[in-house]
């Protein structure tokens, strides 16, 4: 069956549940659902009661959302009050990127150590992608393994980060590279979270559901290019954007959870986008990872169309759409720049998906005809990358 088939499989099983649409990541003893829908944070203390009676909630949130001004960790604690069990004090950690390390990883930890949570107990992410990757590591290795809830509150971790387990941390040498699958056993997604979330992070998440319709699902590609202004606005389209993005990825993941097959399809830009992230240092006032994915995918075509294997129009189409959507799309609108095609290709080489030394990168032949490319020449890199960055955005 191909990604678009299953997606399409996966949204057939989405039952609209009073507004709230529920898709099943379905792996067997590890299954879980994504429930999505406005105002389900209120109901957190509920589910996790379903879920794990009599357990103890451990909260790990960052700054940001814990804050007063936008009341989402209140509302999380709040509704945690209808468990017989008090809840230990919430672990706030800084926001942004650099949170994703060794330190932290220590820090969480030994605070679920010292507020005695067990392996029958709950771990909520309650965050954005960095906190969900790092609360989810913290839950995988403390005590081999405590249950965990991701609640996500960035559109990134509602339509990719918070789906599929992958858990971890940055080290010096790039990006995610320390690490475990470890699969939550319920995501909430309460989408008007996403109310109170900075445009430029609402932008850098809409990348990756501009992605999946660019993997295999054109005609969801062709949605987003007349809806995206309504999934920033907060229309019904927000939750249809989150709900089919799940379904995609919930359907990769189903097949191949490890990403020992077609999963690496999902890392469309993430070749460019993790090297460009890198030699910006994590610096989310330079560059976010969304933004970091819509460079890469942006340059992935532009690769692609290249090497010949798409039409240089498809290229065009996919740049116009997330410059439109208020992304960038090339390198050069990275505030300071990135350096030299050398260090580029340096930082490439730390990626996950080097095998033995090879590249792979995932191309296309069109718009929703993405594929893995293995063993990609490291001269047809360095040749494309020295024409790319020489130019500009050209959008
Ligand atoms: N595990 C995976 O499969 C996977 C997939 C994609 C990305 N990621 C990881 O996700 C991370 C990026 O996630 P992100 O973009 O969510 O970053 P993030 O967690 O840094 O959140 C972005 C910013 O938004 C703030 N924020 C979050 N929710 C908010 C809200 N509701 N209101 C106001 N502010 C809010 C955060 O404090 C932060 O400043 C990266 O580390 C990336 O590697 C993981």
Redesign the pocket.
Known sequence: MTTAASAAAAQAQTADNGGERVIRVALAERSYDIRIGRGLLDGLGGAVARLAPGANVAIIT????A?ET?G?LARALSSLQALARPTPAPIVLK???V??NWRNIEYVSESLLAAKIERGDIVVAL???????LA?FAAAIVRRGVRFVQV??????QV?????????I?SPHG??LIGAFYQPSLVLADTA??????VR?LR??YA?VAKYGLIDQPEFFAWCEQNWQGVYDGTDAREYAVATSCAAKAAVVARDETETGDRAL?NLGHTFGHALERLTHYD?ARL???EGVAIGMAQAFRFSARLGLCAPADADRVARHLAAAGLPVHPAQIPGGVGTVDEVLEAMAQDKKVSRGALTFILARGIGQSFIAKNVPRDDVRAFLEADMAGGPGV
Do not use: C
């Open positions: 960052d700054e940001n959302v804050s936008h989402h926001p942004g990127e949170t994703k965050g954005g992608g960095v906190i969900g990757d989810g996500p509150t960035s559109l990134l971790a990719d980060s918070s789906v599929g387990g992958k858990t971890g940055n990006k995610n979270v996403l109310d109170t979330l900075p992070e850098a998440g990756e999902l989310s976010v990872h969304g």
